[in-house]
């Protein structure tokens, strides 16, 4: 059977190759593109405004990867000596890349377990810069206000999700034997689940579905899917370690 992976291109594409070369059938349909977003130019003045102690947060390894694109062009470098926050593992290591300061980041890889991290038990009076794409969950922002917080967003990059014809994919995915979807964000669940309707639909909703966190898994529930499992982590590293160890010869373990 076929697992379909619906990441991003560049992440979508990476997952199904390491896939294939397990023995793993998987094909790619990327939900969305991913552009610079509208309020890279605030960078360098938002920067400039932290002091030691204060707070930088990256939601994704997309709104490092863009945040580090516009500061090379400007010549401009990281804030150094503030606190990083990442919300996964993966933006976490991207970051190092970039930065000497410590980067911390919540296990599992979710917005609520990075609230829990210890470091920011002491936000209070502190300024806090989150780096995201347009749109996007609040939880961070108003826990971190509530806190008493001095919070502020920064949209570096921009989703664009992309329609497609449900009745025509269907069609073409169980000729290809698709049997499993891979699908790492509430957004993105939501706005697959649209493109369908009546008994592509019941096809859809009976296909074992991966998501990252049970808030997402929860999300699938009142949708109508009918076989979700929580892997823990968005990143590909956490979908192949989780598909290796429950997908082989075509069937679930």
């Not at 977003?37 to 932290?50: D, K, M, T, V």
């Not at 997402?216 to 076989?227: A, D, E, S």
């Not at 499992?229 to 290796?244: F, I, R």
Request: proline fraction near 4%; include cysteine; charged fraction near 15%.
């Amino acid at each position: 059977m076929t697992i379909l992976v619906t990441r991003p291109e560049q992440e979508s594409q990476a997952l199904c190759d390491a896939l294939n070369q397990l023995g793993h059938p998987a094909i790619s349909h990327p939900l969305l593109t991913v552009h610079p977003g509208r309020e890279l130019s605030l960078l360098p003045a938002l920067f400039s405004s932290l002091s030691a102690d204060d707070f930088i947060i990256t939601v994704s390894q997309h709104a490092v990867q863009h945040t580090q694109h516009y500061l090379q062009q400007q010549q401009k470098e990281w804030k150094k000596g503030v606190n990083y926050l990442a919300v996964g593992q993966k933006s976490a290591q991207y970051l190092r890349t970039y930065i000497s300061d410590p980067v911390h980041f919540p296990t599992p890889s979710d917005s609520e377990h990075l609230l829990a991290l210890p470091v920011l038990q002491t936000v209070a009076g502190k300024k806090v810069i989150i780096l995201r794409g347009n749109g996007g969950r609040d939880l961070i922002f108003e826990a971190l206000e509530s806190l008493g917080a001095k919070v502020s967003y920064c949209e570096t990059y921009q989703r664009q999700s992309t329609p497609f014809n449900g009745s025509i994919k269907t069609k073409e995915w169980k000729s290809k034997n698709v049997n499993t979807l891979v699908i790492t964000s509430g957004e993105q669940l939501s706005f697959f689940t649209s493109q369908f309707t009546n008994t592509d639909l019941n096809w859809v909703l009976k296909c074992r579905l991966l998501v990252p966190s049970e808030r997402i898994n929860q999300l699938g529930q009142q949708l109508g899917y009918q076989h979700i499992e929580t892997v823990g982590g968005a990143s590909n590293s956490d979908l192949l370690h989780y598909l290796s160890e429950h997908h082989q010869d075509g069937t679930f373990k």
